[in-house]
């Protein structure tokens, strides 16, 4: 899972089987190596919301935003908290030219839906 985050936004990229994981109610984590804080993505029968515990952050998915998630043709879910954005996302092929080095890395994407 790919992370970023401004003062206003939180954005999570997905890998396929990152979904897979998802789907079967299983969580997905990332830890910053450095140990400052942890993120857990979920999806189950509660709403979609973001909570946060000390350096911990949960995104939980409601079944309909997993439902939506698992169509080909979903790029992600896009949801707010208060004035606070934070999306999931299906991860994508980049567009942009990349270096030779980086092009010959393998990485697990999404076929952009059409």
């Given amino acids: 899972m790919k992370v970023r985050w401004t003062e206003t936004s939180l954005r999570l990229r997905i890998t396929p089987s ?41 995104v939980h998915l409601s079944s309909a935003d997993l439902a939506a998630l698992l169509e080909p043709t979903c790029e992600g879910v896009y949801l707010t908290r208060g004035d606070f954005k934070y999306y999931v996302e299906k991860d994508f092929p980049c567009e942009h030219p990349r270096p030779a080095k980086v092009a010959l890395e ?7 839906p059409e």
Avoid at 42 to 55: D, K, M
Avoid at 106 to 112: E, G, I, L, M, S
């Fill in 106 to 112: 393998v990485a697990q994407t999404f076929p952009r």
């Fill in 18 to 58: 990152e979904l897979e994981l998802l789907r079967e109610h299983q969580v997905v984590m990332v830890v910053m190596q450095i140990g400052a804080w942890e993120l857990f993505l979920e999806a189950g029968p509660w709403e979609s919301q973001l909570l946060t515990r000390g350096s911990q952050v949960h």
